[in-house]
């Protein structure tokens, strides 16, 4: 269906029934559009767009009907004579309007200008991302192609980098067997996140009604208790989805974070960038590229003499043999706790699928763990990460006003954990140590 932009000048309070009715149906239709603008004078100043409220009649079937087709109301400031809200700007997609500006007059008019501007291209996008399908994962496969691997003869006289390697092969060619991959839904593409099965089932009883009533098989007042309960249950499904996400905001943030930002009526992308000469960056590829040598830049991995003689002390102090080896139970332990939720690192390994098959891959994984602790050799893909530029503050233009955000591959995060722990716990001994020296002990 073709974009469209629909501009209109309707007082409908001064109109009959039969005509307001004419008026819901072709917004109805015009609704169904991917992508959707409509503005005009609608002349309802008693409704209330931030409490979604109205006094009359006529304005709660407008409200009732904007809610009905899933409109959303742009307009915020007053737009005749400093007090009434007359001139609405109506859109079905979130983010399609933006930068919009009310004030100034043409001529002798009463009336404030509203300047809009279209910010995304009408037709739906379609993504290309590819991402894993868990709703068609099969977990008892991968367990088994990978339990029935001899790891320890698999990996034996192997460097770390190269049992790292080996690990990931293996890895990666039974989830190409057993999770499928699936396009990654577009925001134009996917249902509300409210949106439940049972939710739709009612819209689509809803429209028949509606349908029925026209053709004389049902009554106003059925049609009327069914646009009614539609419009109760969606409120309602609102409210539980806000409710579960500000309760659970802890355990699945990606999710409250996701919803958020949704909301927004912009989304949140790198601005045009200025180069070092001072010309405008505009495709992606050249973006990237200036960020990613802005942020090298900026950092040094060159330590100064006050930092070298510290690192040297620290050395004399914690040594390697004072240390446990990685053993495979603390593996399993840590590989148990990362948040399914996040996304995978640029190895390819997702958290969900580490979780489920922690059983059978804490071995291979300890005996890498424990030949990176005693050569100290870090494997490449524990170096990498995908790299976020998040705006701070000031000009957009500048890249020095946007800082890094990294997301590594979680077996580089188990092992900072390990590494933290064992320090930790060397440290406490440490202490009880010290106390017991100088004749006091460590309180339980």
């Given amino acids: ?67 009905d087709n899933f409109l959303m109301q742009v307009v915020k400031e007053t737009t005749r004579r400093g007090v009434l809200l007359l001139d609405l700007v109506l859109t079905n997609r979130e983010g ?22 279209i910010l995304q291209g009408g037709s739906r996008a379609r993504s290309r991302i590819a991402t894993l399908d868990f709703g068609k994962a099969n977990f008892g496969l991968f367990k088994d192609l990978l339990g029935g691997i001899p790891w320890v003869r698999a990996l034996e006289g192997k460097e770390v980098q190269e049992s790292c390697s080996v690990f990931k092969h293996h890895f990666l060619q039974a989830q190409d067997l057993c999770i499928p991959m699936g396009k990654k839904a577009s925001k134009g593409g996917r249902r ?23 053709r004389g098989q049902a009554t106003w007042k059925e049609n009327r208790d069914i ?42 992308n790198v601005n045009l960038l200025l180069n070092e000469v001072g010309a405008l960056l505009t495709k992606d590829t050249e973006k990237a590229e200036l960020l990613n ?3 090298a830049s900026v950092f040094t991995a060159k330590t100064s003499p006050q930092e070298s003689q510290t690192l040297e002390t620290r050395e004399e102090v914690w040594r ?17 706790k990362p948040d399914i939720h996040i996304s995978m690192g640029p ?39 995908s790299v976020t530029p998040v705006f701070k503050n000031s000009k957009k233009k500048d890249p020095g006003n946007y800082r890094p955000v990294s997301l590594t591959s979680i077996s580089g995060k188990v092992t900072e954990q390990l590494i933290l722990e064992v320090i930790s716990k060397h440290v406490e001994d440490k202490k009880v140590i010290r106390n017991s020296q100088h004749g006091f002990t460590k309180g339980k």
Wanted: positive net charge.
């Fill in 96 to 117: 399609l309007v933006g930068d919009l500006k009310v004030g100034g007059s043409l001529g002798c008019s009463d009336y404030e200008m509203v300047e809009f501007r």
């Fill in 293 to 295: 040598a802005f942020f």
């Fill in 347 to 385: 190895n390819g390994m997702h958290p969900w699928v580490l979780r489920e098959l922690v059983d059978v891959i804490a071995r291979p994984l300890s005996i890498i763990f424990k030949r990176w602790w005693k050569t100290g050799e870090v494997p490449e893909d524990w170096k990498k990460a």
């Fill in 227 to 268: 646009v009614r309960g539609r419009r109760d249950a969606t409120r309602k499904a609102k409210a539980h989805l806000e409710l579960n996400l500000a309760r659970g905001v802890k355990d699945n943030k990606k999710g409250f974070f996701k919803y958020s930002n949704s909301r927004r009526k912009t989304k949140e």
């Fill in 1 to 67: 269906m073709a974009d469209t932009v629909v501009g209109a000048c309707y007082r409908l309070p001064d109109q009959e029934e039969e005509v307001d009715e004419a008026f819901y149906r072709q917004l109805e239709v015009a609704s169904q559009s991917q992508a959707l603008v409509f503005m005009g004078d609608f002349n309802h100043p008693d409704v209330c767009w931030k409490d979604r409220t109205a006094r009359h009649k006529q304005s709660r079937r407008f409200l009732q009907s904007t809610d």
């Fill in 192 to 214: 509300p996140a409210w949106m439940s099965k049972e939710l739709l089932e009612g819209f689509k009883w809803k429209k028949e009604v509606y349908g029925m009533w026209k």
């Fill in 320 to 336: 390697k043999e004072d240390f446990p080896l990685v053993e495979e139970d603390r593996v399993r332990a840590h590989l148990s």
